[in-house]
């Protein structure tokens, strides 16, 4: 290793161990602009293949919520990692920290290897208990594909939590940024040129996942130039070590699955309330909220490395001014958005009515996107309090406030509002901004006791 390497890595430990407001400014950035990059990947698809009809873009509606669920399970993965690393990084535990990063590359080919053999075994009869009908031959071609490369999705994702854990956001959005581009120059070409159809859909999106885990692989065991190393000599198999990174992991992975359920929920209450045109209006102003949340997701991200570093240096008022600070700045900035997003609902609503089918929608979605206003203000609070707890090693307890607010308060004012009070199909949309607004309200002064608890013993 160089200098400039030894130079590099001593500034990124000394960022996400030292100013907890430039850390989480610095490493969410990066973030922030790969989820975007994610969403132009998964668009490009959509895109690409509605050409070839509505089977085929129906196809993939049917394998993406089965592949997302699975990719859930890596993500959550890599956010253990990520915890576990910083912590042992905060409390200056080097070698613990080269176990813990090994550890979980090992764990990722275990679970990659069994969900692949599971998926692609089972692969044709979920898709038909989820409903695929005559679309199943379509699903199944693009399913066999994109589920075959499981491992390079699931490698990507933990090579790039560890080294968020040290500090380096950047070398990730770098290797998405190469994903999603390929991705959509590979697209029509595979799909048309080639004449391979959704396979080519598959096929495209299998190569670009495999040019960032080349990159990843270079960077973390041939350049070398990480603070993490390695090498045999650091591998001490435990099972602590284990349970401590599935600890934060399952609970993490679990989160992606209750917000699931909360979505099969609502959906149902909006067909008994409004019909079919009542889930097309929620599902189109939906987008638009998920692009909203980016941000704060991209800081609570940012928020687990640094919480995780505070934590394991027992600087616990570095982990309540991250606390702290994470949520102001991410309050600031969704009152931003909430106030573009209200101002602009109808020329946002437009997008998603353009066609003389859809247009007589458009009212129905400016005013979804008018009620939300209220709802993206009080997200930073619970989005930042679980990446505490996530960041600490508690992940059950992020999972405990997840289902307060995703299953528990929001499906019961949603119900209390649709039916009860007779709200109709709007009931859902108040039900969200009440019951998540509770939700994430409690989570945050859990946090802060817990942070302030924890001040107090030192």
């Known amino acids: 290793m160089n200098s400039n390497s030894k130079k590099d890595i001593d500034q990124r430990i000394a960022m996400i161990t030292g100013d907890p407001k430039r850390a989480i400014r610095v490493l969410s950035v990066p973030m922030i602009i790969s989820m975007f990059l994610i969403m132009a990947y998964n668009l490009a698809d959509s895109i690409w293949v509605a050409g070839l009809g509505p089977n ?36 200056e535990k080097k070698k613990s920290a080269d176990n813990a990063a090994i550890h979980s590359i090992i764990l990722t080919m275990v679970f990659s290897v069994v969900l692949t053999l599971i998926t692609l075994i089972f692969l044709r009869e979920i898709l038909l208990l989820m409903g695929a009908g005559e679309t199943v031959g379509l699903a199944t071609d693009y399913g066999q594909i994109v589920f ?90 435990s099972w602590n070590v284990v349970k401590d990174i599935l600890s934060v992991g399952l609970p993490a992975s679990a989160e992606s699955f209750v917000m699931s359920v909360l ?4 959906n149902l209450m909006l067909v008994i309330s409004g019909g079919a045109t009542a889930v097309a209006v929620y599902t189109a102003g939906w987008r638009v909220v998920n692009m909203a949340m980016i941000i704060p997701i991209g800081l609570g991200t940012a928020t687990v490395t640094v919480s995780g570093a505070a934590y394991g240096a027992k600087n616990y008022k570095n982990l309540s001014n991250a606390l702290s600070y994470s949520t102001k700045l991410g309050v600031s900035i969704a009152l931003v958005t909430a106030t573009i997003s209200y101002i602009f609902a109808g020329n946002i609503a437009s997008i998603f009515t353009y066609s003389a089918q859809s247009v007589f929608m458009a009212p129905s979605i400016a005013a979804f996107l008018q009620v939300m206003f209220l709802f993206y203000l009080p997200i930073p609070l619970g989005i930042n309090a679980s990446s505490i707890f996530l960041g600490v090693g508690k992940g ?53 006791m817990f942070v302030k608890r924890l001040t107090e013993l030192t």
């Open 263 to 266: 979505g099969v929920f609502l």
């Open 148 to 237: 075959g490369g499981l491992v390079l999705f699931m490698f990507s994702s933990m090579a790039s939590g560890i080294l968020r854990a040290e500090g380096d956001a950047n070398r990730p959005m770098y290797a998405m940024a190469v994903t999603a581009i390929l991705n959509i120059i590979l697209d029509p070409i595979f799909i048309y040129y080639f004449g391979w159809g959704v396979k080519g859909a598959a096929w495209a999106t299998i190569i670009s996942a495999s040019i960032s885990c080349i990159v990843m692989v270079y960077w973390l065991f041939l350049k070398r130039d990480t603070y993490i190393s390695f090498s045999k000599k650091y591998f001490r198999a």
């Open 56 to 91: 085929a873009l129906a196809a993939l509606g049917f394998t993406n919520p089965l592949f997302f669920i699975v990719i859930g399970l890596g993500n959550g993965l890599a956010v253990g990692a990520t915890s576990l690393i910083a912590r042992c990084i905060g409390a």
């Open 396 to 448: 059950v307890t992020s999972l405990i406030l997840t289902v307060l607010r995703e299953v528990i308060l929001i499906s019961f004012f949603a119900y209390l509002f649709t039916f009860t009070l007779g709200f109709g199909s709007q009931g859902v949309w108040w039900g969200i901004v009440v019951g998540g607004g509770i939700g994430c309200i409690i989570a945050y002064a859990y946090a802060k």
